[in-house]
């Protein structure tokens, strides 16, 4: 019980408060608290992480800061050789290098400072539970705590680094991008510098060319997410209904039907449906042979037949993923409810609107999230199948590119890695006002205690 | 007594679904006719093909010198492999850690995993690839292990499905191992682990599917050492505008080759799906 209130107010401002010296002095040489808080071993492996910091901040470190604010300035030059009668190449600053080290460098001082904070407490509650006559464990103690009462220090260690090293660096790394100059546009791809709001001005600017496209390409990954998420659930369930009725034969057979082509890899069937739907493919082939049309469809070439096409091709893709998540939910439905409603004499329809629907949506709006947001980073479906077209001449968004594959294109074919990445974050903030809002609507289902 | 209306119905809704089921399976059952195809190119002016042949699997997986099927089968193979036992010990390590054990760091960890799974997935490809360059994993059979790194790194961000498993594993389980003198890692791996096979499976399945289903990634980081290519750009690449002449019919059947296995560890990863979602004990 004590152990745990001495942990709980443990805090970098109570250890500075309240430690003893040698807690205060372990802020400038690591490890002294718990070393003289009966924890030897321990405290000399963190005076020797501090050790590491200082020699890498010297040798490396401080450079790399340094170069930060400037982001480089030296161009690649070309230097007569007199001697040799040739052009020699002068090694000239990399902006995006400088930019990367400078990323990781202050990601580390971070993890140090971190490191810094953790350590003070852990000496303040050493001396906190020397105070109080507690035992204090020595390093083979702390070792055999790693499997047990520290477990989660174990387990998260290796998760962690990976996420650290290839989602959040590079995450930080592409954000600071959006406020360079970063761009093939005006030849910057090895010299830049930050160009603080611009280029958030630059895409909100719907007079602008970028910007242009931008309201446009949002607008329709709305639409697209909106159609997408709300068809596919309607439709998944009604034929998850279907299949579920009590008069309804073979309900193994059909469910395996629809599940194998979810069962066959995406970016096949994908690529699959993108061929037949060309001007010579399988259904314009189809279609004509059966002589109902006379010259072919223009599912890909067309904005508003591209936009459709896509639309229901995703049904395709995701109604018999809403089937499969349906499908058990669907049997839980009190039957009582529908002998109810039959008794007072409501029709199908009206059964599927004022019970089916409500207590599906009572029990699936964390699925409806999941699946809205997949929508909008839907990139298999609409890099595969139209590849954003068509496009109009001197955009590099098509008119069926979402949010996601804009991103793609700009970054790595058309290498605008500067809007691209102003692109990312706007497409984050869509996110999470969508997440948020829905939290926040599905908190207050919960507050209604139950359905019914 | 049987009623003449529900009849009918009844006949209509199995017609409604055998039409359904037809439009479901028509790509599948033209992609695998297509593999049998004996006349080249991709465009065709009957839905069946003229004659037949198994010509296109044999040139698949003999024809190495243009676009090496075989080898990458092996390539995606040996990167699913390493992919699937590092993710899922990761998955599992944290979802257990989020379910069981209570530190000072977990609320944090969960915030920041659901802030970060709103990004869009790639938008931080580019400087992965700068990083994987700056630490010298982007050259030649180092693409593989970059590959892999970059498929299991952020896999412990996806600990929710696992999470909710192991939160229906009564706690008094654990109790009682803790009264019995057990560590904590103890109960992970003898208690926990045991009772979550479904879940288990599931993370296993997941994670070893997606090398092979992924295609960007993928292509970013290969560019065009065509050596380490993955199944996945190699089928894309055939439908590239200098081969897809040749190679149209081979795609079908590098599509057949490459769908049928995944689309059985599709279904069996979807019944434990199910199992997992209905939890470890059953009421």
Known sequence: MKNKKIKADNTVLAALAGGDIYTRLSTVIMGLGCAMHKQIVKGILIFFVEIAYIFFMITKGISCLAELPGLGEAEQGKVWNEAKQIYEYTQGDNSLLILLYGVAVLFVTFLFIVFWAI?????????????????????????????????????????????????????????????????????????????????????????????????????????????????????????????NRKDTKWKGFWRFCFVLSIAVPQFVSLMIMHIMLQPQGAINVILKNLGLIDSSLPFMTNVMWARVTIIIINLWVGIPYTMLQVTGILQNIPVELYEAAKIDGAGPVTIFAKIT?????????????????????????????????????????????????????LTVDQQYYNIGAVIGIFTFIVLSIVALATYRNSGSYKNEEEFM | MRNPRKTIINILVHAFLAVLAFIWLLPIFWIILTSFRKEKGSYVNSFFPKSYTFDNYIKLFTNRNVLNFP?????????????????????????????????????????MAMI?????????????????????????????????????????????????????????????????????????????????????????????????????????????????????IGLWNMLQKEYIHDWYTCFAAGAVCVSIPIAVLFIFMQRYYVEGMAGAVKG
């Open chain 1, 119 to 243: 350590q003070l407490r852990e000496s303040y509650y050493l001396q906190r539970r020397i105070e109080q006559g507690h035992p204090v464990n020595n390093f083979r103690e702390d070792i055999r705590s790693l499997a047990n009462q520290n477990l989660h220090i174990s387990l998260m260690a290796l998760p962690l680094t990976g996420i650290m090293a290839f989602t959040v660096v590079p995450l930080i790394f592409m954000i600071s991008m959006a406020f360079t100059e970063y761009s093939k546009e005006n030849n910057h791809l090895a010299l830049f510098d930050w160009v603080g709001m611009v280029n958030f001005g630059r895409v909100l600017n719907l007079a602008g060319n970028i910007g242009r496209q931008f309201w446009g390409v949002l607008t329709w990954t709305l639409i697209w997410a909106v159609f997408a998420t709300l068809l596919n659930y309607i439709m998944g369930m009604i034929l998850a209904m279907i299949i």
């Open chain 1, 357 to 409: 629907l409500p207590y599906m949506l009572f029990v699936t709006t964390p699925y409806l999230i999941t699946s809205f947001t997949g929508n909008i980073n839907n990139f298999n479906v609409i890099y595969l199948l139209s590849g954003g077209g068509p496009t109009m001449v001197g955009d590099t968004a098509g008119k069926t590119d979402l949010l996601v594959t804009w991103l793609y294109k």
């Open chain 2, 71 to 111: 080898q990458m089968f092996a390539n995606t193979l040996i990167i699913a492999v390493c992919t699937c036992l590092i993710s899922t010990f990761f998955v599992l390590s944290v979802s257990y850690c989020m379910s069981r054990l209570r530190f000072r760091f977990r609320k944090t960890y969960m915030n």
């Open chain 2, 116 to 232: 970060l799974t709103l990004f869009p997935g790639f938008m931080s490809m580019i400087a992965v690839y700068y990083i994987l360059k700056a630490i010298g994993l982007s050259e030649g059979s180092m693409i593989r292990v970059a590959l892999i790194l970059i498929y299991s790194a952020g896999s412990g961000l996806g600990f929710y499905i696992a999470k909710g498993f192991f939160d229906t594993i009564p706690k008094s389980i654990d109790e009682a191992a803790i009264i019995d003198g057990a560590t904590r890692w103890q109960i992970f791996t003898k208690v926990t682990m045991p009772l979550s096979k479904p879940i288990i499976i599931y993370t296993v399945l997941t994670s070893f599917i997606g090398p092979w289903v992924d295609f960007i990634f993928a292509k970013v980081i290969c560019r065009a050492n065509s050596k380490y290519f993955t199944v996945a």
